[in-house]
């Protein structure tokens, strides 16, 4: 299976915590996403990083890509309870999705 | 930016019966569309990779005349769950590739899902 991973699975924190959130794939990528879901909706794309880039920032996020690693990871700062929400990675042309990381904010 | 509707949101049918599920972009043209299925609290998983004008392609293990799905036009594709039995209840949820995005041609835009229950 070339689906990759996220670690934790869940994660549970306090308004204005951190969160961090890994994934790992297997096969060579041109760029990586992270995707968000609400529960029960579809999926809202909020960033890429192409595979010559080490870190990217947009807003609350920054996302960080090692190639050699085969790793990604996804940082919301100064968390909210509306974070609350699913999170994907994806690469590939056919974008192969990640097993999520279930974020839960609590107020 | 771009917008794609899925319809229905959620369908409830009986056992045997066929269900129709609608994916449209609605500002843009989508010369593909994928189509994933999601288990309760799973990750999405690629069904088919639908392509305008021609044949899907469908992911392995996935029966093709059990899930038929056709790309007429640049603006829909729709999935087709034949003689549906209760496991093919699921969150289908699908999503478009705009064509002639510069960098972003590899972003894809997702539906809101539809909620299939075969009773």
């Known amino acids: 299976s070339q689906q990759g991973e996220e670690d934790p699975q869940a994660l549970s924190i306090q308004e204005g915590e951190n969160a961090t959130m890994n994934c790992s794939y297997k096969t060579s990528i041109n760029n990586l996403q992270w995707y968000r879901q609400n529960s029960g909706r579809g999926l809202v794309h909020l960033i890429l990083?192409?595979?010559?880039?080490r870190e990217k920032h947009s807003g609350r996020l920054r996302v960080t890509l090692d190639t050699s690693k085969k790793s990604s990871s996804l940082l919301i700062t100064a968390s909210r309870a509306a974070d609350t929400a699913s999170y994907f990675c994806a690469h590939t042309d056919k974008l192969i999705f990640g097993t999520g990381t279930r974020l839960q904010v609590f107020p | 930016g771009a917008v794609v509707s899925q319809h229905p949101s959620r369908v409830i049918c009986k056992s045997g019966t066929s269900v129709k599920i609608e994916c449209r972009s609605l500002?843009?043209?989508?010369?593909?569309m994928f189509w994933y299925r999601q288990f309760p609290k799973q990750s999405l998983m690629l069904m088919a990779t639908?392509?305008?004008?021609?044949?899907?392609?469908?992911e392995q293990g996935v029966e093709k005349d059990k899930f038929l799905i056709n790309h007429a036009s640049l603006t829909l594709s729709t999935l087709t769950v034949t003689s549906a039995h209760p496991e093919d209840s699921s969150f289908y949820i699908c999503?478009?590739?705009?064509?002639?995005f510069g960098s972003g041609a590899n972003v894809l835009t997702f539906g809101a899902g539809s909620r299939l229950t075969v009773l």
């Open positions: 500002d843009f043209q989508a010369t593909t």
């Open positions: 990083i192409r595979s010559n880039e």
């Open positions: 639908s392509n305008e004008g021609s044949k899907a392609t469908y």
């Open positions: 999503s478009a590739r705009a064509r002639g």
